[in-house]
């Protein structure tokens, strides 16, 4: 290809939607707008709201410097004798413009949402919606800011559409706003699902599944998640409602989530564990979201038996967190032999059997 111009435009369209719509290979290289401001948006861990506050304004400012972008670099691609030709066109004068005109009326508008320490903001308008009568919005922020520091949050997707979920809000990143909702004012739909086949090797497709936010105050935009079907366990056990399935979307769940939901229905087969009366059940170390709520007894065969031993531990865990250690400690490879395998006790290492798992009542 001879032409400059033309090599130009190509190369500056495809590193211009590289920019917008970032793949990993520009992510792990830096060259985005998180990374190349990096000083200026402070840390998201530590201040979550203000940081996305700060970042969505400069990606908007970056982004609509492109246009501009484009019309210096056609002006040094082009030959002396064309130089001439974009000072008379009324076709680029008209386009120089919009390209001078669109990142100063952005300008303008960002200046606005500085205003009043970026009380006019979106995402600040947003947070007003759920402040109390004698707050504000920072104090949402702050609420907001707490929560994303903890480590049990449900966190998923690329940083352009990323799922958060915290004890009490239901958050996506998108590039450039931040939809926030609270999770007990919102109702759940799975609406979609879609199969894509990363690789003709794989015998099943990778599932993503898109779930609707409706929100109950009139004044929060409705918004969608999107997530891989292999997390959807994980987002139901850290939301506090449940997700209506309106069209029957078949989930493909992962290996281990299939094998926890075998797990429950086994063990609340079992034989169970009656509490004594003067013994209190204190939170699961595993998850501290529930009580526990599994005592480990030796019932499968005679006490001096088998390979199964006795575990003379309290109740420590819940059904869910007992399910997770016992797939854990599974060969992965052989996942038929998994509902048969004896495990150490988390706590004691004493061997124990599924059988051998009993719910406390």
């Known amino acids: ?12 369209v495809v590193l211009s939607f590289c920019f917008v719509f970032t793949p990993t290979e520009f992510r792990s290289a830096g060259l985005t707008v998180q990374d190349l401001l990096a000083d200026q948006l402070g840390s998201e861990q530590l201040a979550f709201v203000h940081y996305h506050i700060r970042r969505t304004a400069a990606t908007l400012v970056a982004h609509s410097l492109l246009p501009l972008g484009y019309y210096a670099g056609m002006c040094f691609a082009s030959s002396d004798e064309k130089n001439y030709y974009f000072l008379v066109s009324w076709g680029w004068i008209i386009y120089l413009l919009v390209a001078v005109l669109t990142p100063a009326v952005v300008s303008l508008i960002v200046l ?20 109390l009568p004698q707050s504000s919005w920072r104090a949402v922020a702050s609420s907001i800011n707490i929560e994303f520091r903890r480590i049990d949050k449900f966190a998923s997707g690329a940083p352009g559409a990323r799922v958060i979920v915290t004890d009490t809000w239901v958050m996506k990143v998108t590039t450039y706003h931040v939809h926030v909702a609270q999770q007990q004012d919102i109702h759940l739909t799975l609406t979609e699902s879609r199969q894509h086949e990363l690789c003709p090797d794989l015998s099943t497709p990778v599932q993503f599944l898109t779930i609707q936010v409706g929100v109950i105050n009139p004044r929060i935009t409705p918004f969608d998640i999107r997530l891989n079907s292999t997390e959807y366990g994980e987002l139901r056990e850290k939301l506090h409602t449940t997700i209506r399935n309106a069209h029957n979307v078949v989930i493909h769940q992962s290996l281990s989530d299939m ?5 429950k229905i086994q063990v609340e087969l079992n034989q169970r564990y009656h509490l004594s009366g003067n013994q209190e059940l204190e939170s699961c170390i595993g998850c501290m979201q529930t009580a526990a709520n599994i005592k480990l007894v030796k019932i499968c065969m005679e006490p001096n038996d088998g390979e199964c031993q006795q575990c003379y531990c309290r109740p420590m865990w819940c059904l869910t967190c007992m399910g997770k250690w016992f797939a854990s400690r599974q060969d992965q490879q052989h996942p038929e032999t998994w509902l048969s395998n004896r495990v150490p006790c988390p706590t004691c290492r004493s061997k124990f059997c599924i059988l051998d798992i009993s719910i406390v009542c």
Do not use: G
């Open 259 to 263: 094998f926890l939901d075998t797990f």
């Open 1 to 12: 290809m001879n032409n400059p111009e033309a090599v130009f435009t190509l190369l500056y």
């Open 112 to 131: 606005y949402w500085s205003s009043k320490k970026w009380s006019n903001h979106p995402i600040a308008r947003s947070l007003a919606y759920y402040a």
